[in-house]
Every structure is written in C-alpha cells, then in structure tokens.
C-alpha cells in the first residue's frame, strides 16, 4: 500500500448538466451476463471515483487467489508469523479482495465511517470510506481499525468517456450502493443480492442475455 488513493472529487462535473450520463461515485455497478471482459464477468464494483476525466472503482465480490488477511499483514511486516492466529476473528477473516487489474499489487481499504486518517481517508459517499495507507491495516490488525471493512488488491480504471460508453453498450448496470453488500463476507452472493437490489431476478436476466 502507498501514498494517498485517488481523489473521487476531483474532474470537471459539469458534463451531467450538459446531457452527459450523471457521475456515479458512491454507487455500483454490476457487470451484465453479456460482458465480454472475462476480467469483470460478473463483478460487482463499487465506484470511487468518476468524473469527466474517467473513473476509478474495486470490485468487492472476487477474492484475492490463495491470499487471506493474516498472511497479508505477516508479508507487510504488520505482524509476526507466530502473532497470526492471535489475531481478533474478525480480523482473520476480513476479506481480501482482487480490486481490479490496475496496479494489483497495491492495497485500498473500503471501510466504514468510524475511522478516519488526516490527509488519507476519503470520505466517498453513503457512509462509505477509502483509505489506501498502510496505517489502517496496523490500525486493524491491533483491534484499532474500523467496524467494517474490506481490502482489496489493484483497482479497476476507465479513461474519459470509457465507462460511459460501456453503459450505453449494455455492459454494467448501476445503483446505489448497499454498505452491507460492500462489507458483507459472503462473497458468492454478492452478485445476485446486487441484481435484486435493482429489481432484477439474476435467472430472468440470464435467460434474456443475447436477446434484443
């Protein structure tokens, strides 16, 4: 983890009133059965940042391969290997998510609102926060860290215009953003439980993928 994350404020916003697609920072969007990115088929990725300039989100429903919690804070030297199983269980079992294909091997916590870093942490939207320190995964690993949160390895990250022409192409849904689907453990269902936050049964959906 490094420096400080992007910022979901910055960028030109007047597009929206022009007749441009509105910003979507602080929302979801759900990857359509059709999406021809086998990267992101069926992701659910929470936007942090969208602007006339491009957006920047982390997919919050597809673990890391063969990474959990504790090891991650042994190899960052947050903790001793001998100190892992002494961890808080909420700790341990703190997902570790594959944010996304751009820089994979850096980290950004998505947490909850109780927890706050000057000149760090992001206040996004909905009671949703973005740190990309590594002072809140000492901060986590010591009991001392937010009430909820996941971390997530690499983001995912559009040029100007690219996110909206992937929507006008059928490729993402989007809607607002559920805290409890973000911060939820259960990773599996995190893709239906999105569909239906927007109304969608996933079966129907599928069926009607490919159709005019």
């Not at 007047?14 to 069926?42: I, K, W």
């Not at 607002?176 to 569909?195: G, Q, S």
Request: charged fraction near 20%; include cysteine; hydrophobic fraction near 45%.
């Amino acid at each position: 983890m490094s420096g400080g994350a992007p910022d979901p404020r910055a960028g030109d916003r007047e597009g929206a009133a022009r007749g441009a697609p509105s910003y979507l920072d602080g929302q979801l969007l759900v990857a359509m059965p059709g999406m021809a990115d086998e990267r992101f088929s069926r992701s659910v990725i929470y936007l942090c940042a969208h602007s006339a300039e491009g957006a920047m989100g982390i997919i919050v429903n597809k673990p890391a391969a063969d990474l959990n919690m504790p090891d991650l804070l042994v190899q960052l030297d947050i903790i001793a290997q001998d100190d892992a199983i002494r961890l808080p269980s909420r700790v341990g079992h703190m997902p570790v998510l594959m944010g996304g294909p751009v820089e994979a091997s850096r980290g950004f916590v998505l947490h909850s609102p109780d927890f706050h870093i000057d000149q760090s942490t992001l206040l996004i939207d909905n009671g949703i926060c973005l740190t990309a320190t590594i002072e809140i995964l000492r901060a986590i690993a010591v009991g001392k860290g937010p009430a909820s949160a996941v971390l997530a390895l690499g983001y995912a990250g559009w040029q100007a215009g690219q996110l909206e022409s992937e929507i006008q192409a059928n490729g993402w849904l989007h809607c607002p953003a559920d805290p409890d689907l973000i911060f939820n453990t259960a990773l599996e269902t995190k893709y239906d439980r999105a569909l239906r936050g927007i109304g969608i049964e996933p079966a129907m959906l599928s069926a009607t993928a490919g159709h005019a």
